[in-house]
């Protein structure tokens, strides 16, 4: 007995010692297989970093025209992004007329906030082929405002006109969701048009510190960050959010350097928009005062001792540290909002339209956010054209 005992002890033992080496096998295959898949797309990601970037600077030197429709195309496919779980409800609950009336009101939205524009531009552009019609441009443009209010009303009266019983708590939501995304994303994408419009600095220099501060904020992160910032990003650390605060400060010195010398960014659009680019340059104006050295004087008790009494400085680098200090501190509540709205509905990016990125909204939660501040600002400390007799009057 004991020696039958004694075998089926050493049989159980040796069972145990196989399926022990079969699951080491399989989690060591496994553990390979997600290597394997980190690997393929992590070189995914990096092929379609290199493309986006590649594909930026190719439209920035095509000209400004190109670069709104940039900012037009990113508008649309954010929205289209955001609004999809919206529309995905929609279908399922058969309201077709909610889908539309989002498209309505953001094609709505954009003509009321660029319409005047893009009829200048047409205008002033002399197109032959449009020249009978320049009466009709010129009578839409005086009703531009009453016009775009009658397209507003005829949304709201389909709004009304499709409301269904069982459903009305829903599609009063959907109707608030829309509003919400044509505020937080249509009307700031009009800003940073108008960021272009102003010149092509004031729309690659946010750009580009809202890029440095994502990179050095993972950076920094991963490397000495300890201290959770917020619940929603739990891999968002206190060391990361200030660490990237002083590289995008550095980062934002070399931009300006390196971006102010050329006529064809600081120079606000002219008559040739459709014409100009970077091979081509049309655009020429009397520079701003802020790329222009300044001599400042400086306070005499801190700085007697050092010798010094008074420095010379370009105003843009003190003007690009404030934005850079907007693109670190605050700009990034942009991506954090998307966050907080992904994991509202479950959801991981909110689309797959850039390989190895998610989204389009994925890439320009925090843009939006610091186009609308550098407009702001622009027009605030830095546009000459703030003051007028008409504005005082007013």
Not at 78 to 86: L, P, Q
Not at 183 to 191: C, G, N, P, R
Not at 208 to 220: K, M, P, R
């Amino acid at each position: 007995m004991s020696t039958s005992k004694g075998k089926q002890n050493g049989k159980a033992t040796v069972a145990k010692k196989s399926t022990t080496k079969v699951n080491d096998k399989d989690a060591g295959a496994s553990s390979l297989g997600q290597n394997e898949k980190k690997k393929q797309t992590f070189i995914v990601r990096t092929i379609w970093t290199f493309v986006m970037i590649a594909g930026f600077f190719l439209i920035l030197a095509s000209g400004q025209s190109y670069s709104i429709l940039l900012v037009l195309f990113c508008e649309l496919a954010t929205f289209k992004e955001c609004i999809a779980v919206t529309t995905a409800s929609s279908r399922a609950k058969n309201l077709p007329v909610n889908k539309i009336l989002n498209w309505y009101l953001v094609f709505t939205t954009i003509y009321y906030l660029n319409g005047l524009d893009i009829l200048k531009i047409i205008l002033e552009s002399n197109f032959t082929i449009l020249t009978p019609y320049t009466d009709w441009f010129i009578l839409i443009a005086s009703h531009h405002r009453f016009i775009c209010y009658c397209f507003y009303v005829g949304g709201f009266i389909m709004f009304v006109s499709s409301l269904r019983k069982g459903y009305l708590k829903f599609q009063m939501a959907s109707l608030c969701a829309t509003h919400m995304a044509l505020l937080f994303i249509v009307f700031q994408a009009h800003l940073i048009i108008n960021n272009i419009i102003n010149g092509l600095f004031w729309f690659l220099l946010p750009c580009g510190l809202v890029i440095v501060n994502d990179i050095f904020a993972y950076l920094c992160g991963i490397t000495f960050g300890r201290t959770k910032l917020l619940e929603i990003s739990p891999k968002k650390t206190l060391e990361g959010f200030l660490g990237a605060w002083f590289f995008t400060a550095i980062a934002s010195i070399i931009l300006t350097r390196l971006l102010s010398p050329y006529q064809y960014l600081i120079c606000p659009v002219n008559n040739s928009i459709l014409y100009s680019n970077y091979w081509n340059d049309l655009n020429h104006c009397e520079v701003n005062p802020i790329f222009r050295s300044q001599t400042y004087n400086l306070n005499h008790v801190i700085f007697e001792r050092l010798g010094m009494t008074s420095i010379t400085i370009k105003p843009i680098y003190i003007h690009s540290l404030n934005l850079a200090t907007f693109a670190s501190l605050f700009a990034p509540f942009g991506g954090f909002f998307a966050s907080g709205l992904k994991r509202t509905f479950k959801v991981k990016d909110f689309g797959h339209s850039i390989p190895g990125h998610g989204g389009i909204a994925d890439r320009v939660d925090c843009q939006f956010l610091m186009g609308s501040f550098t407009n702001l600002y622009f027009e605030t400390f830095i546009s000459e054209k703030r003051f007028s007799v008409e504005t005082i009057v007013s």
